[in-house]
């Protein structure tokens, strides 16, 4: 197997450090507000990744990290007129319904940073007492980025080119404008805790660093987030896990690509930024999904109503593959399939590739039916077993072919009248009239397949 290494930029033979078990941490939310898609592109990428992990035999300890204070959560639980706590709780819950709906299993560990103080303040401690880190007269403690001697490895960045970046702070209490924050002294009335330099609470930065190392250790394998933590926050980690242990922090960083919206970046200001929850309550999740898989996980994604209708379609067609067949009991047998899968997946996580030998598998599947009935229940199994992997094609095919009602202009009952409408005609030979029946409920994106058995329908939205 090799990854992608966004450290060495380039992809290297994946070697845990513990043979067969797998460290893997992930950058998760700070829960201020609803999850929105550049959230959904990593809870799905890593999904996927774990799953295909553990499909090849490693024991996963998956850890995804809360951000359960930082400047946003006070903002916006004061505008709100609610407490820290009642704020955080509940958008922790919703993230835990959007990413169930959107079949993302829940991670390893999910530690809070709140639940990490002690942590996090024994970790700065080591940083003073290094030289890599100094209390200020404000109250605050920062980070002193000029001893770290390979600031900026990640992004391959050089410190004097960082001076004039808009991503400097410019703080008088700071020894160095590039230094960093660890402890931000409290302001009056606002959530704290107690540290040797005073009353306050932990930077973002430190928050993953503590967490990260306490959960896995001082050296784990995997460390993956959006593309937008490698700098400052993923280069930041490293400085302070480093500096504070003396040894290599990870091994290999992941990072998922973009999410652009009809082209252009997600954002407020242009009016294109969509909540998970805004995004399901008008499309189907598995719909959702699919296009989140479609890409590689270090592409960008382009989401539109269009990209939404060709996942849509493309997912119709694997399951009116699986549609009408019983699946034999799953095997994780070696098949031609199964090994193409492998080897593709084994590529830096190649999903695109991988989705294109589920879509040659249900081909095969679709002749099977027609000319060997026998061999069908075999492939229907194996293309959802391998389904599975990139969390899909487990719904009952039917009940996806034929989406939600609330979604169709038509309920069943009058589809299913309209059909027998149309079965009389054509027994009357009023074809025209028969016709005319499908070419309406088509209209309505209900298409009509006339079998040996009768007469079934998925919904396509127009």
């Not at 078990?21 to 609803?34: F, I, L, N, P, R």
């Not at 959107?102 to 030289?131: N, Q, Y």
């Not at 100094?134 to 600031?151: E, Q, T």
């Not at 027998?420 to 070419?439: S, V, W, Y």
Request: aromatic share 8%; hydrophobic share 40%.
């Amino acid at each position: 197997m090799h990854i992608y290494n966004t450290l060495t930029r380039r992809k290297e033979p994946f070697t845990p450090l513990v043979a067969g078990k797998v460290s893997m941490y992930v950058c998760g939310m700070t829960v201020y507000d609803y999850c929105h898609l550049g959230h959904a592109r990593v809870m799905v990428a890593f999904d996927v990744i774990t799953r295909y992990l553990r499909e090849r035999g490693y024991e996963v300890n998956y850890v995804r990290n809360i951000t359960d204070i930082d400047d946003k959560i006070l903002k916006r639980a004061d505008e709100n007129g609610e407490s820290i706590a009642a704020l955080t709780e509940r958008m922790i819950a919703a993230m835990h319904e959007d990413e169930a709906r959107l079949f993302v299993l829940p991670p390893s560990h999910e530690p809070r940073a709140t639940g990490h103080i002690g942590d996090i303040v024994a970790m700065i401690e080591t940083l003073i007492e290094k030289g890599f880190a100094y209390a200020a007269d404000n109250g605050d403690v920062y980070y002193r980025v000029r001893k770290f001697a390979n600031y900026g490895k990640l992004n391959n960045r050089q410190l004097d080119d960082m001076r004039s970046g808009s991503r400097v702070d410019i703080d008088v209490s700071k020894e160095d404008p590039l230094d960093f924050v660890l402890w931000k002294a409290a302001k009056p009335g606002e959530a704290h805790w107690a540290s040797p330099w005073g009353d306050g609470r932990p930077g973002w930065h430190i928050e993953c660093s503590a967490m990260s190392t306490c959960c896995l250790g001082d050296t784990f394998d995997i460390h993956g987030g959006g593309p937008d933590l490698t700098f400052p926050h993923h280069e930041n980690e490293i400085a302070q896990s480093e500096a504070a242990t003396g040894k290599t922090y990870v091994n290999t960083w992941m990072h998922a690509g973009a999410v652009r919206v009809n082209q252009e970046k997600m954002s407020k200001s242009l009016g294109n930024f969509f909540t998970i929850r805004d995004v399901l309550a008008e499309h189907d999740p598995e719909v959702v999904r699919f296009l989140l898989v479609a890409s590689h996980y270090r592409s960008p994604i382009n989401y539109s109503v269009d990209s939404l209708t060709d996942a849509r379609k493309s997912l119709t067609r694997l399951y009116t593959a699986l549609q009408d067949v019983e699946s034999s009991a799953a095997s994780s047998a070696a098949s031609a399939y199964r090994e193409r899968f492998t080897h593709v997946m084994d590529d830096d996580f190649n999903t695109p590739e991988a989705l294109a030998v589920l879509f040659e598998l249900a081909r095969e599947l679709n002749r099977a039916k027609q000319e060997k009935p026998a061999e069908a229940p075999r492939l229907a199994a194996e293309l959802k077993q391998l389904g599975a992997i990139l969390g899909l094609l487990q719904q009952v095919p039917q009940t996806f072919l034929q989406g939600t009602q609330q979604a169709m202009p038509l309920s069943e009952s009058e589809i299913d009248a309209k059909i027998a409408q149309r079965i009389a005609a054509k027994a009357n030979k009023d074809f025209a009239q028969a016709d005319a029946i499908r070419d309406e409920l088509a209209a309505l994106g209900i298409i009509l397949k006339d079998a040996r058995e009768g007469t079934s329908w998925i919904f396509e939205a127009p």
